[in-house]
């Protein structure tokens, strides 16, 4: 079973950093398109940002431009860097991963594996 697990959220000022990691077991080879969602009850899941094997990157818009993903080198980690955190950034953060190759999206229904999110809250 592929298992997805994130960690690194916690609570932060306004300001602040954190940086949360997502790990994977389960899963023999790379996974070709690894990502990073958020959500807020009552609103959908909002891709943030995303990296490909060869580590080309996606954002979603300039508002994401606090926000630096990476991956290390050939493996199935993928971090999520948030500095000068914002109230509006706090959610519970996703780490979501497929294997197929092509173009990798922003949609949650591209995605096939998904970890069980980690709470992060920004205070003011």
């Not at 023999?28 to 909002?46: D, I, N, S």
């Not at 953060?93 to 995605?111: F, L, Q, T, V």
Request: proline share 2%; aromatic share 12%; glycine share 12%.
């Amino acid at each position: 079973e592929v298992q997805l697990v994130e960690s690194g959220g916690g609570s932060v000022q306004a300001g602040g950093s954190l940086r949360l990691t997502c790990t994977v077991s389960g899963y023999t080879g790379t996974l070709y398109c690894m990502a990073w969602f958020r959500q807020v009850p009552g609103k959908e899941r909002e891709g943030v940002a995303g990296i490909n094997q060869y580590r080309n990157t996606w954002y979603v818009d300039s508002d994401k431009a606090h926000f630096t993903v990476s991956r290390d080198n050939g493996g199935n980690t993928v971090y999520l860097r948030m500095g000068n955190l914002r109230p509006d950034d706090t959610a519970v953060y996703y780490c979501a991963a497929h294997s197929y190759r092509g173009a990798c999206s922003d949609s949650p229904d591209k995605y096939i594996y998904w970890g069980q999110g980690t709470q992060v809250t920004v205070s003011s």
